[in-house]
């Protein structure tokens, strides 16, 4: 995949590109990245890049020209490629985004600075506008990493095991299950004891309802648009039937009737 992003502060990229897993990407040619300094397409000794906006108000507008032209080189060196605004306007980034840029050729990306981009460019020279949440960075540069970092990680080959992109939080619709390291006790917390089972079918279950268990109570809007899975549903009538009985309980015999009053 061939990353292209047009910014007037190239340099930002440059720690970008060399750590982690977007540098390994790089070295194993599974990705091209290059970051093309929009400066070098403007007219004038000196290279002016904003101007101010028609009808008045505060602020600087990233004017056509410079960008047109950048937008137009980086197209032809990677004619199949995506291009993509960066803009809090846009349609809002997320893991099935992230899913569907992945089966790009290639994405280039514009990063405004200022007050924006002149409306003009997203005419003719824009194939999609992308937001990464609701509110306003200083330029689109950090936008363009958060997005390049997401989709690189989901490019088949690129992470240790295919399995890893493929259990995190939102690739099934559901956040990712309890992580444990070494030590076994930490601080006086243990780490669950199915987990040094080596119960592997045990553990998958575990783990399947430490994932719902979560994404209830942290992010319960995910289950809005999402068909549950037979042994999923099983899970959660446990845990009603459960609740139920906490409920019964506590109204028949009071608090600590569970636990004999201790
Ligand atoms: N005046 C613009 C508006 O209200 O829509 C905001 C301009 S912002 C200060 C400057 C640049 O930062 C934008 O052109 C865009 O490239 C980038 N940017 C800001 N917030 C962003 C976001 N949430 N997602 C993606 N890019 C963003």
Redesign the pocket.
């Known amino acids: 995949m061939n990353f292209v992003v047009l910014t007037i502060f190239p340099e930002m990229f440059n720690p970008f590109w060399e750590h982690g897993i977007i540098r390994r990407a790089i070295d194993r040619n599974k990705i091209r990245v290059s970051a093309i300094d929009i400066r070098d397409f403007a007219e004038g000794k000196h290279r002016v890049t904003d101007d101010r906006p028609y009808g008045g108000g505060c602020g600087m507008v990233m004017k056509p020209e410079p960008l047109g032209a950048a937008i137009r080189e980086a197209t032809q060196k990677a004619p199949l490629s995506k291009k993509i605004l960066?803009?809090?306007?846009g349609r809002r980034f997320d893991s099935s985004v992230a899913h569907e840029l992945s089966s790009s050729e290639g994405l280039i990306f514009i990063?405004?600075?200022?007050?924006?981009?002149d409306e003009r460019i997203c005419l003719d020279f824009i194939d999609d506008e992308?937001?990464?949440?609701d509110?306003?960075?200083?330029?689109?540069e950090l936008?363009a990493m958060v997005i390049i970092d997401a989709v690189t990680r989901l490019i088949p080959g690129i992470l240790g095991g295919r399995e890893s992109a493929e259990k995190d939080s939102f690739s099934g619709g559901i956040l990712e299950y309890a992580q444990y390291t070494r030590p076994r006790s930490f601080e006086g917390h243990d780490v669950p004891e199915i987990l040094l089972s080596g119960d592997h079918k045990k553990i998958e279950n575990w783990r399947l309802e430490t994932s719902l268990i979560r994404t209830f109570l942290k992010r319960p809007d995910l289950f809005e648009n999402r068909a549950l899975s037979k042994q999923e549903i099983e899970i959660l009538k446990k845990w009603c039937v459960d609740i139920e009985r906490i409920i019964h309980n506590q109204s028949l015999y009071g608090p600590g009737a569970l636990s004999g009053g201790q």
Do not use: M
Not at 130 to 133: L, M, T
Not at 135 to 140: A, I, K, P, Q, S
């Open positions: 960066l803009t809090p306007q990063c405004g600075r200022y007050e924006g981009v992308i937001s990464i949440g509110y306003v960075l200083t330029g689109g936008a």
